[in-house]
C-alpha cells in the first residue's frame, strides 16, 4: 500500500501514518471516500502532546489518581484509547477544501 505522513496540531506536534491498502469497487450509494478499517482513537484535542495524552491516560485508567475524576468528567466517561470508529473518519473535499465528504449545509 502507499503510506502517507502528516502532522497534525503543530503546537502538539501529532504525527499520523495513514496507509492506504487497497481500493475497493464501489458498492451502492454512499459517500466517497470512505474509511472501513482503522487502529487506536485519536487523542483528544489541546491534551499537550504525546507527554500530555500518557498522562490523561494513566489518570484515567487508574481511579486513585488524583485527575481520574476530573479527566472523566472532562471527557464524559471513560476513554478507551483502543476504539477505532471508521463512521467517524471525515476526508476533506479537494473542491471545497473547507468542507468535509459527508457534511451536509
Same mark, same amino acid.
Given at each position: 500500500?502507499?503510506?502517507?505522513?502528516?502532522? %497534525?496540531?503543530?503546537?502538539?506536534?501529532?504525527? !499520523?501514518?495513514?496507509?492506504?491498502?487497497? *481500493?475497493?469497487?464501489?458498492?451502492?450509494?454512499? =459517500? %466517497?471516500?470512505?474509511?472501513?478499517?482503522?487502529?487506536? !482513537?485519536?487523542?483528544?484535542?489541546?491534551?499537550?502532546?504525546?507527554?500530555?495524552?500518557? *498522562?490523561?491516560?494513566?489518570? =484515567?485508567?487508574?481511579?486513585? !489518581?488524583?485527575?481520574?475524576?476530573? %479527566?472523566? =468528567?472532562?471527557?464524559?466517561?471513560?476513554?478507551?484509547? *483502543?476504539?477505532?470508529?471508521?463512521?467517524?473518519?471525515?476526508?476533506?473535499?479537494?473542491? %471545497?477544501?473547507?468542507?468535509?465528504?459527508?457534511?451536509?449545509?
Amino acid at each position: 500500500g502507499i503510506t502517507a505522513r502528516y502532522e %497534525y496540531d503543530f503546537g502538539d506536534d501529532w504525527q !499520523h501514518l495513514i496507509t492506504f491498502e487497497e *481500493e475497493l469497487p464501489r458498492q451502492g450509494e454512499g =459517500m %466517497y471516500p470512505r474509511c472501513i478499517d482503522g487502529r487506536r !482513537h485519536c487523542p483528544p484535542e489541546d491534551i499537550g502532546g504525546a507527554g500530555g495524552y500518557a *498522562e490523561i491516560l494513566r489518570a =484515567m485508567a487508574n481511579p486513585r !489518581h488524583k485527575e481520574h475524576e476530573s %479527566y472523566m =468528567m472532562w471527557w464524559g466517561g471513560p476513554f478507551d484509547p *483502543e476504539e477505532f470508529d471508521p463512521a467517524r473518519v471525515r476526508f476533506r473535499d479537494p473542491v %471545497y477544501p473547507e468542507r468535509f465528504i459527508g457534511d451536509y449545509w
